[in-house]
């Protein structure tokens, strides 16, 4: 299992649509892939933690957004990466496309693997090298927006990237939408925490 997460991780480094290919081939099922969402959750989560435990003046800025518990951030986390893979697997199908949910959730899920390897290696430079931190971040960000659209080409079977750019513009604003509603009614606020504790 390690040695096909390693490979996967190369390989999403090279070729993108490659891994997302070789993710569908080796496809591990609906009920697999859920329990993949959970732990990936909880590992970001944790992994979250743990940075901003050893970055106390990150952890202490007031603009890290939620303010959220663990169980909470988790939950948050959970339903915007199956608002993601709903997201694109509707609005691809809209534009042609052949992708399925559960396929798209796989993707969506190894999307956040690879979010995860970036905000540790990002951890460790602005520990160890604060002025390239923010450049390989930057650089992360672009790749990671690459790597989705490239899984979307290859989820849908599009020809080109132009498709899958429109539905990932598409889906972000039905996400928006969504995870809107959410916080409306949970009760949460960007920057204010639990409006009802």
Do not use: K
Not at 12 to 30: E, H, I, K, N, Q
Not at 44 to 60: D, F, K
Not at 162 to 186: C, D, E, K, N, Y
């Amino acid at each position: 299992m390690w040695t096909y997460i390693t490979d996967l991780l190369r390989l999403s480094l090279r070729a993108p649509g490659d891994a997302a290919a070789r993710l569908l081939v080796t496809f591990p099922g609906a009920a697999a892939t859920w329990q993949a969402l959970a732990l990936v959750t909880c590992i970001s989560v944790v992994l979250t933690a743990l940075l901003q435990g050893a970055m106390p003046m990150v952890a202490a800025s007031p603009d890290m957004g939620f303010g959220l518990t663990p169980f909470a951030y988790a939950g948050l986390l959970g339903v915007s990466l199956v608002l993601l893979a709903g997201g694109v697997t509707a609005t691809g199908r809209l534009l042609g496309g052949e992708g399925r949910f559960a396929p798209a959730l796989a993707l969506v899920v190894w999307l956040e693997v690879l979010a995860m390897a970036l905000r540790l290696v990002q951890g460790v430079l602005i520990l160890v090298l604060p002025p390239l931190a923010g450049l390989v971040g930057l650089a992360g960000l672009v790749w990671l927006f690459w790597c989705l659209v490239r899984f979307i080409q290859t989820l849908h079977g599009f020809g080109g990237p132009g498709r899958s750019i429109v539905v990932l513009v598409l889906a972000f604003i039905a996400i928006g939408t969504g995870l809107a509603l959410v916080l409306a009614l949970t009760g949460l606020t960007v920057q204010g925490g639990f409006t009802n504790v």
